[in-house]
């Protein structure tokens, strides 16, 4: 379906960005969306964007909890997304750490700072780099966004307001997702 040309997509961060960070999530109980953010992803979808989630989850490394349990936990949040005509068209996590456990102690190309993920999703979905944003509460988001070619947008929900100071007073910043998208994504897009 998207593979006949090049689409502009939004990615976005998880943890701190769509939900509220509480440390290690991966049951549905455990997971509490950021205010508006479900409205903000329902008015990327609107506008034509891909939305894609691309997420480090050292958890897995550290043997907190299993793949499944992530893929599951996506699948749930694809369903509370449904309910309310939103949608997040993939998902993309880092299990690795370079302190991790067994096969997932490996430094990879796909751990955010690195831009593996978002390579790896405009390579699946047909993505113009220079055409697409990314939104998230690190400091490794925005670098991996300028990294990958596309926008960064800062937010200070989650980890935001104690990463401020290291980042770049140039880049864009917004107090939540909804107001990236509605301050930032759509009037500059």
């Given at each position: 379906m998207?593979?006949?040309?090049?689409?502009?997509?939004?990615?976005?961060?998880?943890?701190?960005?769509?939900?509220?960070?509480?440390?290690?999530?991966h049951?549905?109980?455990?997971?509490?969306?950021?205010?508006?953010?479900?409205?903000?992803?329902?008015?990327?979808?609107?506008?034509?964007?891909?939305?894609?989630?691309?997420?480090?989850?050292?958890?897995?490394?550290h043997?907190?909890?299993?793949?499944?349990?992530?893929?599951c936990l996506?699948?749930?949040?694809s369903?509370?997304?449904?309910?309310?005509?939103?949608?997040?068209?993939?998902?993309y996590?880092?299990?690795?750490?370079?302190?991790?456990?067994?096969?997932?102690?490996?430094?990879?190309?796909?751990?955010?700072?690195?831009?593996?993920?978002?390579?790896?999703?405009?390579?699946?979905?047909?993505?113009?780099?220079?055409a697409s944003w990314?939104?998230?509460?690190?400091?490794?988001?925005m670098?991996a966004?300028t990294a990958?070619?596309?926008?960064?947008?800062?937010?200070l929900?989650?980890?935001?307001?104690?990463?401020?100071?290291?980042?770049a007073?140039?880049?864009?910043?917004?107090?939540?997702?909804?107001e990236?998208?509605?301050?930032?994504?759509?009037?500059?897009?």
């Open positions: 998207w593979r006949n040309m090049m689409n502009r997509a939004i990615f976005l961060d998880r943890d701190g960005t769509i939900n509220q960070d509480r440390g290690y999530i049951k549905p109980s455990e997971f509490i969306f950021e205010y508006r953010a479900i409205e903000a992803i329902s008015l990327l979808n609107q506008a034509g964007f891909i939305v894609i989630v691309v997420s480090n989850q050292a958890g897995i490394a043997g907190h909890f299993s793949e499944q349990a992530v893929d996506h699948q749930w949040v369903g509370q997304l449904a309910l309310h005509g939103a949608r997040i068209d993939a998902f996590y880092c299990p690795h750490h370079p302190n991790g456990q067994s096969r997932y102690r490996t430094k990879c190309d796909c751990r955010k700072p690195a831009p593996g993920m978002l390579l790896r999703a405009a390579a699946d979905f047909s993505i113009d780099l220079a990314m939104v998230g509460d690190h400091r490794s988001d670098e966004g990958a070619g596309v926008t960064p947008v800062f937010v929900t989650g980890h935001g307001k104690q990463e401020l100071p290291h980042i007073t140039s880049t864009r910043q917004a107090e939540n997702l909804y990236a998208v509605t301050k930032h994504i759509l009037v500059l897009a």
